[in-house]
């Protein structure tokens, strides 16, 4: 099979994922997701593979292939897992479980290679862009960094005492992470870099996003836009300068669970519960393509629209 030069999935509720041509949103492929619904689904950066967390396995498939069937499955996790996600090769995947653990998985070993307790039901996990810490949120409030090298938990805050946190998202430069909660409140912190301080949060924003739960915040990968999510149907996109509205995207009927920029930051897939993923166009706020072909909520989205890099020597 050609390899596409645009990798987009949608998954959830209906037990499926599903392939689809971005700009025809034409629907090419269904798999098959027995064990449970589908949480969240990734990508890996060469496009070869689709990670889909379910509940409480992790499969991987191919993509450009017409197997149905995993080619891996990572079990280890006990409750449904929150969070799945890969390291810049290729190499790992991390995964955040309600289970209370972020687990680290070797793509060409069998096994959990390491797992970190958060003591609290785990929402959401991110990859610092130095490839060498975690950032897990959870269900208690708790944000805690994971320092793969100490291979230890080296900083933990609370935003808000026992309000989860729902999402994360670090900028592509590593400058700002933002965690979002069910209050609908987006906080914001400079990342001082270096393990010289004392406290690498520096508290920059606090900006109440949605009146209802934010359910995922992503940041573009040009770092000029913070995309929110949320059980009020709406998308909102501000501007990471000075966190002003910059729109908001209407169109879902239902929830709202999922977004994903395009690489170039032009373009935003959302994942909703009324069974549909859009595409919207950043400049002008506009659903251009609407996905449709689940029968039940859509959770998840995952893009891959890089451009193909030679593999590292």
């Not at 785990?122 to 793969?148: F, K």
């Not at 933990?156 to 989860?164: H, I, M, T, W």
């Not at 949060?201 to 929110?228: G, M, Q, V, W």
């Not at 998308?235 to 300068?241: A, F, G, M, S």
Request: proline share 4%; charged share 20%.
């Amino acid at each position: 099979m050609p390899s596409p030069s645009v990798v987009l999935a949608t998954a959830g509720y209906d037990h499926t994922v599903r392939f689809w041509e971005a700009t025809s949103g034409i629907c090419y492929r269904t798999l098959q997701y027995a064990d449970s619904q589908v949480n969240k689904l990734e990508i890996t950066p060469d496009k070869q593979y689709l990670a889909a967390a379910g509940n409480p396995h992790i499969r991987l498939y191919e993509v450009n292939s017409n197997n149905p069937q995993p080619v891996c499955s990572y079990d280890g996790h006990n409750n449904n897992v929150t969070a799945v996600g890969f390291e810049r090769e290729g190499r790992w995947l991390y995964s955040g479980s309600e289970d209370g653990t972020v687990k680290l998985w070797d793509l060409r070993a069998s096994g959990c290679q390491r797992e970190y307790e958060s003591r609290g039901a785990v929402n959401t996990v991110v990859l610092h862009p130095n490839q060498g810490e975690l950032i897990s949120g959870d269900q208690n409030g708790n944000i805690r960094v994971w320092d793969l090298t100490a291979n230890a938990c080296s900083c933990e805050l609370v935003p808000e005492v026992g309000v989860a946190v729902r999402s994360l998202t670090v900028a592509s430069d590593g400058s700002l992470v933002v965690a979002a909660n069910n209050h609908g409140t987006c906080y914001v912190w400079r990342l001082q870099s270096g393990r010289q301080t004392a406290q690498p949060f520096e508290p920059l924003h606090k900006l109440h996003a949605h009146d209802k739960y934010i359910l995922k915040c992503c940041i573009s990968p040009d770092n000029r836009y913070l995309a929110t999510t949320s059980s009020d149907c709406t998308v909102k996109l501000w501007n990471i300068d000075g966190f002003s509205l910059e729109r908001t995207l209407v169109g879902h009927q239902r929830w709202v669970w999922d977004c994903v920029f395009s690489v170039d930051a032009a373009f935003l897939v959302t994942a909703s519960s009324d069974t549909t993923a859009r595409l919207w166009e950043v400049s002008s706020g506009e659903a251009i393509r609407v996905y449709s072909g689940h029968i039940k909520a859509a959770v998840c989205c995952a893009l891959n629209d890089s451009a193909m890099e030679p593999p590292a020597e």
